[in-house]
């Protein structure tokens, strides 16, 4: 009777014990990342139960066109057509969908549009950001800053 007490002892702790080994071993997306083509820093940061993205520098942050800061002319809306392209969010409330997964909308800077979209963690410095447009999908990986 002893024996069997300890083994279901043993089972109810291993089971206590794995969610919470696997959350802490679960990598985060909060941090700096690099767009893939290095033209922009994104900030990820945890916002309720989800996450945030807002862009935080540009590798050309000054128009050539206009010698002013990027904004955010491509916008259809023209009230937030002149917005500052530091500062502007990507996305907010993406919220898991998997253990270092992520889903929700994020918009795109280049083309004024929105998107489906999910963000993996692939790897401590690395993170796969997609986005679809009906049935068309592509993505690309950001590299984490620092640390």
């Not at 990598?27 to 290095?38: D, I, K, N, R, S």
């Not at 942050?61 to 023209?78: F, R, Y």
Request: proline share 7%; glycine share 12%.
């Amino acid at each position: 009777m002893a024996s069997r007490f300890a083994s279901v002892v043993a089972i109810i702790a291993a089971t206590l014990v794995a969610p919470a080994a696997h959350a802490q071993g679960a990598p985060e997306p909060t941090g700096v990342w690099q767009t893939q083509a290095g033209d922009a820093r994104v900030k990820i940061s945890k916002c309720g139960s989800g996450i945030c993205g807002v862009i935080v520098s540009l590798r050309e942050p000054i128009d050539p066109m206009t010698g002013k800061p990027q904004v955010d002319n491509k916008n259809p809306n023209p009230s937030l057509a002149t917005r500052p392209i530091i500062g502007l969010p990507l996305f907010s409330g993406m919220h898991p969908v998997a253990s270092g997964k992520w889903s929700g909308q994020i918009y795109n800077a280049d083309d004024g549009g929105t998107y489906a979209s999910s963000i993996t963690v692939t790897g401590e410095s690395t993170l796969r950001v997609e986005g679809c447009v009906g049935a068309l999908c592509g993505g690309e990986t950001w590299t984490r800053v620092g640390r």
